[in-house]
């Protein structure tokens, strides 16, 4: 489920990464957005084995169907703001 993950920003200047955090505290991830690139990266083995289109590790911003639940919860929380940096 969407909620069950808290999201942190811990690039403040560049809004380009995030900490993404089951609410048990176990597990944490981090995603990286390049704007410049157009594309974005997670560091969960769920991203890593299966949902990764770019050669050089990551998918495209808008390709949702290649997004783990960790960026679609950055996205969906953050996006309006990453845009507008
Ligand atoms: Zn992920």
């Given at each position: 489920m969407m909620n069950d993950v808290k999201v942190e920003c811990i690039d403040k200047d560049h809004l380009g990464l995030f900490?993404?955090?089951?609410s048990d505290g176990k597990r944490e991830y981090c995603v990286d957005i390049d704007l410049d690139d157009m594309t974005v990266y997670?560091?969960?083995?769920?991203?890593?084995?299966?949902?990764q289109t770019e050669r050089w590790g990551g998918a495209?911003?808008?390709?949702?169907s290649?997004?783990?639940k960790h960026i679609k919860s950055v996205l969906r929380l953050h996006w309006r703001d990453i845009k507008s940096r």
């Open positions: 900490t993404v955090k089951s997670c560091d969960c083995p769920d991203f890593k084995y299966r949902r495209l911003l808008n390709d949702g290649h997004h783990c």
